[in-house]
T-cell receptor, first 115, second 113 residues
Framework: DGGITQSPKYLFRKEGQNVTLSCEQNLNHDAMYWYRQDPGQGLRLIYYSQIVNDFQKGDIAEGYSVSREKKESFPLTVTSAQKNPTAFYLC??????????????FGPGTRLTVL | AQSVTQLGSHVSVSEGALVLLRCNYSSSVPPYLFWYVQYPNQGLQLLLKYTTGATLVKGINGFEAEFKKSETSFHLTKPSAHMSDAAEYFCAAETGTASKLTFGTGTRLQVTL
């Protein structure tokens, strides 16, 4: 089955620790995205990537880092510089294929809690 | 910059009643518009999308939405609510840059007996 997987589903971290969230897709999509979801705030874009070895900051990139070494993988690292990292993190992908309105497909999310 | 406004963070309807979830966008260029649904602790699932052409768009689970350029609106409707429709609904807009989406803050739909 084609889709997007995120792991782990739940993640606990102590303050001051970096943590990496995994996102893998087998849809052969060009673009991948990371969003943060907080109650009452909708989804906010952290980083996105349109092609391997290239990525751009979204609206709330501070305290986060990403890499795109393979087309199917787009891991997100939440660093100790992120002041309020407890949130639900969603990964998405889309096929750019020359048209601008391809829908984004979402993974099941990772809930990160900082203790 | 594109922005999306969803009026009403919580909407409650009785089972069998009309569902109306409101979405307005701000853009000088009509964007591509989407409605997504999210069940608790899950990712988002596309309900429907408007790109070009017919302004009344039909989606999954009996939902539909109408793009009204003059009102900059894209409201989501369903004639008869079902208990399984209880979820959070997000309106989103894309203006053609790397398929980036701007999301509204979401509307939680409650369906009561």
């Amino acid at each position: 089955d084609g889709g997007i997987t995120q792991s782990p589903k739940y993640l606990f971290r102590k303050e001051g620790q970096n943590v990496t969230l995994s996102c893998e897709q087998n849809l052969n999509h060009d673009a991948m995205y990371w969003y943060r979801q907080d109650p009452g705030q909708g989804l906010r874009l952290i980083y996105y990537s349109q092609i391997v070895n290239d990525f751009q900051k979204g609206d709330i990139a501070e305290g986060y880092s990403v890499s795109r070494e393979k087309k199917e993988s787009f891991p997100l690292t939440v660093t100790s510089a992120q002041k309020n990292p407890t949130a639900f993190y969603l990964c998405a992908s889309s096929s750019l294929s020359g048209v601008a309105y391809n829908e984004q497909f979402f993974g099941p999310g990772t809930r990160l809690t900082v203790l | 910059a594109q922005s999306v406004t969803q009026l009403g963070s919580h909407v409650s309807v009785s089972e069998g009643a009309l569902v109306l979830l409101r979405c307005n966008y701000s853009s000088s260029v009509p964007p591509y518009l989407f409605w997504y649904v999210q069940y608790p602790n899950q990712g988002l699932q596309l309900l429907l999308k408007y790109t070009t052409g017919a302004t009344l768009v039909k989606g999954i689970n009996g939902f539909e939405a109408e793009f009204k350029k003059s009102e900059t609106s894209f409201h989501l409707t369903k004639p008869s609510a079902h208990m399984s429709d209880a979820a959070e609904y997000f309106c989103a807009a894309e203006t053609g840059t790397a398929s980036k989406l701007t999301f509204g803050t979401g509307t939680r739909l409650q369906v009561t007996l």
